[in-house]
Structure formats: C-alpha cells, structure tokens
C-alpha cells in the first residue's frame, strides 16, 4: 500500500457495519478484566489501551519498522530510548548538530549518570571514526538538521555502526516518513517529536520511537517506570492527525519550494537556505536521501538581526512562534529560541548569524505566504 493509504487504513481491522468509521477515543486508564489471570492487562501507562496500540502500528509500518511505541513528547521518547540502550559506563557519540533538549539530555543527564557522551562535527566522515572508543553502544544524528536543513549522508555511518555493533539512532522529526525513512538505509532505531509533522496541528505533545520488537519492549518497559506515557485522546489526534500526513508533507514541499526560490532571487535577502535550491550545500545527498526536500527553510537578510527584527514584525500571515511542522506557517529566530544558550560568535561558527530566520512552511496558498513575505520586506 502507498504511504497516503497506510497513513489512513494502515495495522486496522475492517470496520463493521454499525461501527464508527472515525475510530473511537477510549479515554479510560484502566480496563474491565478476567479474574484469576494477568492476560489483557491494559493500563494507559503501559502503552496498550486501545488508542495508542492503533497508532503505534500505523506508525510502525509508515517507518517501515518491526514496531514503534508512543510517548508524550519527542524528548520522552528520545530520554527512554537512550535509557534502554545505554548503562553506566558506555559510550555515546552525538552529531553536535541536534535539538537544544536534546543536547541538554546528553550532556548534562546522561552524564550525570556515568554515561559518556562525546559530540562530532557530523561533517567530517573521519570525526566519527575517530571518535568511537571500545565502549561506544550508540551514534547518534539528527537529518535534516535544525534550523540551517543541513542534510547528513547516512551510508558511512551505517557501516561503520553495523562493523562494531553499534545502535545507529537518528532523530528524523524535519522530514517525516513522507520524505525520508531512515530504516531503508540500515538505521536501527528512528525518533520522532509527533509534536511536529506527524501530528501537524500545533495541538499535541507527542514522541515515536520505531526498531525492532525486542527493543521497543525496551523502550515500553522504561516509559512504564519513568512514566513518559500519552494521553488516550493525545494518541486518537495524532492518528487523526496522520491521516493527512502525506497530503500536508507534499502541500509543505511544494510551498517551500516555490518560496525559497522566490527568496533566492530577492535583493534585500542575503541567503535562502533550502536542501532543494541548487545552491544548498547537500543538494546532491538530499536528492539521493530524500523523497521530498521538506517544508523548513531559512533566509538571512542582508540587514542582519536589526532588519530581521523589523521584518518579522510586519508579517501578517506568518506567526513569530517557537515549533514546526504543522499547518501553519511560523517563522522564529534562533538566537531568542533553540540557540539561545549559544554565544553570538558560536552560533556564527555553525552558520547561524544574528538574523537568521527559521521558517516552518505550512499548507497555506503559497502566493499568500510570498505576498506576506513581499510586503514585510518592502516595510
Ligand atoms: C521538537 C523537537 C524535539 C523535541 O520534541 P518535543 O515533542 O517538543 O518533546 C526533538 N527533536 C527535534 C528535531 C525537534 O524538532
């Protein structure tokens, strides 16, 4: 089946006649059972109530993964995940090009229990090779990154992981299995924040994480005792939410497309970063790695952070706001948001000047999102 019919239909028994085609929301906690045996045990914080088991084989066969398990954020899922694969005394080495909580994860959590944890310019092939020690249980990247949609080639890594034992992970939220699926490519295990595409509509909190059955029984079993569980009716939007993921993904790559090129051809814009202008740095991986090139794009005003600052108060259509990947469309500085706690001149040294403006592409008419962006510039 196609992704659009898998994204609707996929992991669900035929309704019936009398059946509700949208399917219900169960929001209980606890279920009726039979006594005298502990079989169909169902507890919302186990991940097994009727609403977050139709989601998570959905989501399973749209990463073409063995299984995937729901939590309440991406960092939830991200924090359970490293939790079932790392103890005291392994090794973890990280892209250094990741999500601020994320970063925060490794450095100060996982850290702090006896995990060393050591992050590579993910550009540099030899930086992670030279980078792996005896006790290395996980690399760790994030593709397309946030916010300069920097795309990493994932054929080096893979075998490098696989010649050690080792778990590749990636964080793949920018692009959504609509434009990339990490699994095809020998990933082991792919996070996703639901918060973002796979929901879509700025109205949940949600994390995946997608690998084998073995691992996510894992995974299961530290959200359990952590407590990262969803909410039934947050795991009944997130499949409502699906149903249009492919429909919304391509509308998003569409209007990001005709959007970045309209920038690249604008005097007062310095730079449009966009992994489908041929300008961008990894077009060529990106045209190889990626079904579509995504709905996040930056620019950089040759005005710099004074001109930014005015532009995206003039904007109508746009809202200034943190997150992305929903319907839409938002702009947010770096500099006041994800990369906050970053100096001026690190930030430059991973191409994120002051006035770098990060732009999540929503499903609007592109003509309306270019007219607001036309009229912004002109004030
Ligand atoms: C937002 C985000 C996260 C964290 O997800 P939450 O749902 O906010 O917990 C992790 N990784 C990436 C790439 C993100 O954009």
Same mark, same amino acid.
């Given at each position: ?232 009716? /947050?795991?009944? $939007?997130?499949?409502? @939410?699906?149903? +249009? &993921?492919?429909?919304?993904? #391509?509308? %998003? ?44 794009? /930056?620019?950089? $005003?040759?005005?710099? @952070?004074?001109? +930014? &600052?005015?532009?995206?108060? #003039?904007? %109508? ?63």
């Amino acid at each position: 089946m196609g992704i659009s019919t898998t994204a609707i239909h996929g992991g669900e028994t035929r309704p019936t006649p009398g059946m509700g085609v949208s399917a219900p929301l169960v929001q209980s906690v606890n279920y009726a059972q039979e006594a005298g045996t502990s079989e169909g045990l169902l507890y919302t914080r186990y991940g097994n109530t009727p609403n977050a088991d139709r989601v998570q084989k959905r989501l399973a066969l749209l990463e073409g993964a063995e299984a995937a398990l729901v939590l309440s954020s991406g960092m939830g899922a991200t924090a359970c995940a490293m939790l079932a694969l790392l103890r005291p005394g392994d090794h973890l080495i990280s892209s250094s090009w990741i999500y601020g909580g994320t970063r925060k994860l490794f450095m100060e959590d996982l850290t702090g229990m006896g995990i060393e944890v050591s992050f590579v310019n993910p550009l540099e092939p030899r930086a992670w090779r030279k980078g792996l020690k005896k006790n290395t249980r996980v690399i760790f990247l994030e593709s397309p990154v946030n916010p300069t949609c920097r795309v990493l080639e994932l054929s080096s890594l893979q075998s490098l992981a696989h010649a050690q034992g080792i778990a590749l992970v990636v964080d793949s939220t920018f692009a959504s299995p609509v434009n990339f699926r990490p699994m095809e490519h020998g990933v082991d295990v792919v996070i996703h924040s639901a918060t973002k595409y796979l929901n879509g509509h700025h109205d949940i909190l949600a994390g995946v994480v997608c690998g084998n059955e073995p691992f996510i029984d894992e995974v299961r079993r530290k959200m359990t005792v952590w407590g990262q569980a969803p909410d039934p009716f /947050a795991c009944w $939007l997130l499949e409502r @939410g699906l149903k +249009t &993921l492919d429909v919304r993904v #391509k509308r %998003q790559n569409e209007n990001a497309m005709r959007v970045a090129q309209w920038c690249s051809t604008r005097p007062e814009i310095a730079k449009a970063h966009y992994p489908g202008l041929p300008t961008h740095p990894d077009h060529a991986i990106a045209k190889t790695l990626l079904d579509g090139f995504g709905g996040m794009m /930056a620019i950089e $005003l040759k005005g710099g @952070g004074p001109a +930014t &600052l005015k532009f995206v108060k #003039k904007l %109508q259509v746009f809202t200034y706001a943190a997150s992305l990947g929903g319907v839409d469309s938002l702009v947010i500085e770096p500099r006041y948001s994800s990369h906050e706690h970053m100096t001026p001149e690190e930030r430059q040294r991973i191409g994120i000047p002051d006035g770098f403006l990060r732009m999540s592409i929503g499903i609007e008419n592109a003509e309306d999102l270019i007219a607001d962006i036309e009229q912004a510039l002109q004030q």
